[in-house]
């Protein structure tokens, strides 16, 4: 009977039981928003060449994927695989798969030159992953990574196409082709081989280093195309006399039979029964052809018999990974543009639970957006406690002002005023961790879903002041308003696609009494203008610029699209800016401002009444969208 190792076999079972357990438990609790790449050694690698290369992580990258990833290359260094043979889930699969194939007797191990010349494209993709990835601090391998399409359900992350491939040629490759995703297409298997030439991986490290210290301008492709390059080359050169790890496998040719059991159960097909030392670049040390081995004492650890070793090793480093990934965290972006005399003698102010610091882009709109206030110095932000450090001038700023450059201040309308109402309620309290701008957005959708509210505002202070409108006689109790704030999950969807946000808000104060608007007066207050100035307005003076205002009636409601509107009337190089106002019967006009010597009002116009809007996007791109406003002509003023 055939010995199984179990060692393996629980930590097989044991991740594919954990990424069913996260994939059903999202689909139960859609409150739930699990990281299924929160300990990807591979995603932590490319992470810190990013950090080396860019000074910034790549996408969400924390300091514990980065540690995985380190700990990977020390764990191939003195043992083996280890990573490939127990616990990657890609790896698992494709080896369940070649064992159904095996059983409908379709599967082949490719040998020759046919599987050394497939051997490149691993290294192909390697170079193109990392090449992308540090040019662009994005994770390039989520585009295509059959693992992360499946468990993320085919985030916007995943080009549809290529993980279609990807997946295809993991499930039908594994059935025909001995471990034809790990051999052939795994870029995390091209960097493991490599891993295993460690001399010569650290040996060109230490070379390009030395090359930068001498003030030598080398570009980071060039060590990455020589390290893949040179992977390739010694894997097929060297396959089978890989310098032996300090654990590896060992055979006493004395008691050995020649069974050849060792060399079936491989699943990388290694012919053991032919080495004293298993030095075999495709060895994971996954044991298996220890636990197939009927002699006592023949096949070994280090001439040990250790079959443990390997599983134990592996835990260690795993839990060695993870707790000093706990113990710092790097930044997502770190960026200083004061002078060395102004970074001196900077304040430092630290804020946490900021919801728009979630990603590489969002750290560096950020970022980008502070660089434009007089007296910040530098900002550093870290993804996984959606935090910010900021550097900043004592004379000019407080801690507190500091704070206040990052609120913006919101008003929202919900729903329109219903036509009887003649006066509004309010309720006016303040919330704490609420602050940055999806509370705003966070707060309509739930207001929205458990109250009959019309609008909000929201006012700095520490904590928020907000305020929310109800039509007179539709407002609810204090305590029931306060339950409803206070909910700890909310569910909406927009443009079909269905999200699910945890909510940590506190109501600390509320007033007892509510206040009273009229209709008229809460439309005043509510309303808050759109100004954007375009087309160096800054270079005309009032008496050469015209006005053209136009009722925005029905418009009104598309206001969240008025930056499409913007960005398509910045064609005309007439056109200089963009103003909403109230008229005195509180209808919202918009105004737009141009020269007339370079334009005309039938031109706005029809320009305002196109079919598309043509867009110009932050990338230098543009694009068109179906134009979503309809303007009169009746309703158009000049003057």
Not at 522 to 533: G, L, V
Request: proline share 4%; charged share 20%.
């Amino acid at each position: 009977m055939k010995k199984q190792n179990w060692y393996k076999l629980i930590y097989q079972f044991a991740i594919i039981g954990i990424l069913v357990f996260m994939v059903f438990r999202l689909l139960i609790d859609k409150a739930y928003a699990p990281d299924f790449e929160a300990y990807c050694p591979f995603g932590g690698l490319q992470a810190l060449g990013s950090y080396l290369t860019m000074d910034s992580l790549s996408c969400s990258m924390t300091s514990t994927q980065i540690m995985m990833g380190v700990v990977l290359f020390i764990g191939i260094v003195l043992f083996s695989r280890l990573f490939c043979g127990y616990i990657c889930p890609l790896g698992t699969i494709g080896e369940w798969i070649g064992k159904l194939g095996d059983k409908l007797k379709v599967r082949i191990t490719l040998k020759g030159i046919t599987d050394k010349v497939l051997r490149l494209l691993k290294y192909v993709l390697l170079f193109i992953t990392f090449y992308f990835t540090l040019k662009s601090s994005e994770l390039f391998c989520k585009k295509f990574d059959p693992y992360y399409a499946a468990v993320s359900g085919f985030d916007s992350d995943v080009v549809l196409w290529w993980a279609l491939i990807a997946i295809g040629a993991l499930l039908l490759g594994s059935l025909f082709f001995r471990l034809f995703w790990c051999r052939y297409l795994c870029p995390l298997g091209a960097l493991s081989v490599i891993f295993k030439y460690s001399w010569w991986f650290l040996g060109a490290m230490a070379v390009y280093v030395v090359l930068l210290l001498l003030g030598l301008n080398i570009s980071y492709v060039w060590p990455l195309l020589i390290i893949t390059a040179g992977g390739y080359i010694l894997e097929i050169a060297r396959m089978d006399r890989v310098r032996p790890d300090p654990v590896h496998i060992t055979r006493n040719t004395h008691t050995c039979t020649s069974c050849g059991l060792c060399s079936i159960s491989c699943p990388q097909a290694i012919d053991v029964a032919s080495m004293e030392k298993v030095t075999h670049a495709d060895c994971t040390l996954c044991g298996d052809c220890l636990h197939a081995c009927p002699e006592r004492d023949t096949l070994q650890i280090n001439k040990r018999n250790m079959k443990w070793l390997p599983a134990v090793v592996l835990g260690v480093l795993i839990i060695l990974g993870i707790t000093a990934g706990s113990l710092f965290e790097l930044p997502t972006i770190s960026q200083k543009w004061g002078t060395e005399e102004q970074l001196k003698s900077a304040g430092l102010f630290e804020m946490s639970g900021l919801k728009n610091i979630k990603c590489f882009g969002s750290s560096t709109a950020f970022a980008n957006q502070m660089r434009r206030v007089e007296g910040v110095y530098g900002v550093s932000t870290y993804v996984a406690t959606h935090s910010v450090h900021i550097l900043y001038d004592t004379a000019m700023y407080s801690n507190e002002e500091i704070q206040q450059l990052l609120f913006v201040p919101v008003k929202r309308v919900i729903e329109d005023l219903p036509v009887e109402a003649e006066r509004v309620v309010y309720y006016t309290m303040t919330i704490d961790k609420f602050f940055d701008p999806l509370d705003a957005t966070y707060l309509q959708h739930l207001l929205d879903q458990k109250t009959e509210a019309v609008g909000y505002q929201s006012d700095f202070a520490c904590p928020v002041i907000v305020r929310i409108y109800f039509p007179a006689g539709k407002e609810p109790d204090r305590t029931a308003l306060k339950e409803a704030i206070e909910s700890k999950n909310l569910r909406f969807t927009v443009n079909e696609n269905e999200f699910n946000v945890k909510l940590p808000y506190k109501v600390i104060t509320f007033e007892e009494t509510a206040g009273t608007l009229s209709r008229e007066d809460y439309i005043r207050e509510i309303f808050m203008p759109t100004q954007s100035y375009f087309n160096e307005y800054q270079n005309y003076t009032q008496d050469i610029l015209k006005g053209m205002t136009v009722r925005l009636g029905e418009n009104a409601k598309l206001e969240p699209r008025y930056s499409f509107l913007i960005s398509h009337l910045s064609n005309d190089s007439g056109v200089v800016a963009f103003e909403t106002s109230l008229d005195e019967a509180g209808d919202e006009m918009l105004t737009l401002w141009y020269v007339d010597t370079l334009t005309a009002p039938d031109r706005i116009f029809g320009a305002l009444s196109a079919d598309s809007l043509l867009l110009h996007y932050g990338d230098g791109s543009t694009g068109t969208v179906p134009n979503p406003f309809r303007f009169v002509p009746a309703d158009t003023i000049t003057h």
